[in-house]
């Protein structure tokens, strides 16, 4: 079979619906979701039109950092249920026929992880070296100038090894090991474990941290006024650094190739890694044949969107990453929710549900695989959380300048005349946003217009096009605030063109084609003049090959 005639993976152009556990539904009356929650809220989620779940953590963990600080890899933390209750999830969803893509941290682990108390119990130990430690300089202070993300030095010291031990995020979370074979082996079992359950891909957690610079060299200063787009840098030390030595390393590299390797054991598993601050010159590094399927940044996290800056990044990843298929990402359990980030910019306030649909459409009409955060289906907005509400350490630590974030990831609004907006009969572990109730899923459901359906129309609508699954997708010059391109498959080949603005917009196609509708969005033809209302769109079929300028 030659590579033409093989089936496409089920990840490629696939919409990955990520669902944050904790805020889901609460079945038991904690106030925490749980995973019979999700279990329960599967025919809801496949309704969608999704093709993939992808679970935050839901590990056994102190929860200092909600999950990401794992203390065991291989059971279910009580607060979500029981380890059956995972099993049963992942049963169930494939009986939907959705893919089951879990949340690995291969990092770090919590400092209450059975590994991290047997190091740091002695120098010689079978498991010293499984973690980062060095000896402190002369005069005390820690082995090198590293920051770690959420404010201060990346080490800490730990009295009873009397040694300091690397941590990229918070103290509580040391970092493995990796150039100690006996680590890699481990965490390769422990990957095992849920391949055997059948779960089908891998989200892995802040893989540009898998190894550091064995040498542990300073961190060159970043140059005054240089701006990090990365989220909550503008108050965190972190960000005055350029992280040539902790992040981005050679060294991770040769990890990963045996890492793919390993997973290729089990057929038609995704491999997908978050890089957050890093861009596609690095993507195209860790996407290199032989290591990880597709990778997804934090480029559509910032404050910018607009048709100029999307086209630069399109062009940008299309260049740098040439067939392979990036992960499309505009929001996650780290970053202020897309309407809130994006509504109050000038050129895009008013209409708060129409950019919200216009948001869906332009990102399932990209190439590669989307990741839909939940709660983005419904176009919620950012929950303002008081500070006695607060319980992320990062805003509590930098508020008010910047409130962490427990603002996206408050709890789900499901029934809006319910009490805590039906995701738990007790209050919940976050407050609902005080304007969810009215943007419940109930409400939606019954409202043809609702961005909930218009999601999940266009989802239909888009499956039955062949092109804006797996096509290749080129750039059309359109003035702002006009953003268009075409995606061709085969002999098929689609227009599709955005109006990015809260005004009208008028555009005259260069291409011949044929208007599509059934999306459900607002556009309308004349001859070669397309008009769009605010946030509107439009879609016509063109012949193939009409635009030669490939940007895949």
């Not at 010291?157 to 990229?168: F, T």
């Not at 057929?267 to 860790?286: C, I, K």
């Amino acid at each position: 079979m030659n590579a033409a005639e093989r089936p496409r993976p089920w990840w490629q152009g696939a919409v990955i619906y990520q669902i944050y556990p904790a805020s889901f539904l609460d079945t038991n009356g904690d106030g925490w979701g749980d995973l019979p929650g999700i279990t329960d809220r599967l025919d809801y989620i496949a309704g969608l039109g999704v093709d993939a779940i992808w679970l935050s953590p839901f590990f056994l963990s102190p929860m200092t950092d909600f999950g990401y600080d794992v203390a065991d890899f291989r059971s279910v933390d009580p607060r979500f249920g029981i380890d059956a209750d995972a099993d049963h999830l992942i049963q169930q969803a494939h009986a939907r026929g959705l893919k089951v893509m879990i949340d690995l941290v291969l990092c770090h682990t919590s400092d209450q992880h059975a590994w991290f108390q047997e190091s740091r119990a002695s120098t010689d130990n079978p498991k010293a070296d499984w973690y980062i430690w060095r000896d402190a300089r002369s005069d005390g202070t820690p082995p090198n100038n590293w920051q770690s993300v959420f404010g201060g030095p990346s080490w800490e010291w730990d009295a009873r090894r009397g040694q300091y031990y690397l941590h990229h995020f918070f103290k509580s979370q040391p970092a493995l090991n990796w150039h100690h074979p006996e680590v890699e082996a481990a965490v390769h079992a422990e990957t095992a474990f849920w391949l055997d359950k059948g779960i089908d891909g891998l989200r892995l957690d802040a893989i540009a941290r898998l190894a550091a610079d064995p040498e542990l060299r300073d961190n060159p200063p970043r140059p005054p006024g240089e701006h990090d787009h990365w989220v909550g840098a503008m108050v965190s030390p972190y960000h005055l650094q350029h992280h040539e030595f902790d992040r981005n390393r050679p060294e991770i590299f040769p990890l990963l190739d045996r890492l793919r390797s390993f997973i290729d054991r089990y057929p038609d598993r995704f491999l997908l890694g978050e890089l957050a601050d890093s861009h596609a010159v690095a993507a195209d590094q860790y996407m290199a044949p032989g290591r990880l399927h597709s990778c997804y940044t934090f480029q559509f996290t910032w404050p910018n969107f607009d048709a100029e800056s999307i086209r630069s990044i399109i062009a940008h990843n299309g260049e740098k990453l040439g067939d392979r298929y990036l992960t499309y990402s505009f929001g996650n359990h780290d970053c202020m929710r897309a309407i809130s980030r994006w509504g109050d910019l000038p050129h895009l306030s008013g209409d708060r549900a129409a950019l919200a649909k216009l948001v869906l459409a332009l990102f399932f009409s990209l190439r590669g695989s989307v990741c839909l955060y939940q709660g983005d289906e419904l176009g919620l907005t950012e929950t303002d959380v008081p500070f006695e509400r607060l319980l992320d350490p990062f805003g509590i630590a930098f508020w008010p300048d910047y409130k962490g974030r427990d603002g996206c990831r408050t709890p789900m609004p499901w029934i809006a005349d319910a009490r805590h907006g039906g995701f738990s009969r007790v209050e919940p572990w976050l407050p609902l946003g005080a304007d969810h109730a009215g943007m419940a899923v109930d409400l939606q459901d019954r409202d043809p217009g609702s961005t909930l359906n218009a999601c999940r129309r266009f989802l239909k609508w888009r499956k039955a096009r062949q092109p804006l699954i797996d096509g290749d997708l080129s750039l059309v010059d359109a003035p702002a605030p006009v953003l268009a391109f075409t995606r061709s498959s085969g002999e098929q080949s689609v227009l599709c063109i955005f109006n990015l603005s809260n005004r009208d917009a008028a555009w005259q196609s260069p291409i011949a084609g044929d208007p599509i509708g059934g999306h459900g969005m607002a556009g309308r033809w004349q001859g070669a003049d397309v008009h769009l209302p605010p946030f509107g769109a439009a879609f016509a079929a063109v012949p193939a090959g009409s635009h030669s300028r490939r940007t895949p």
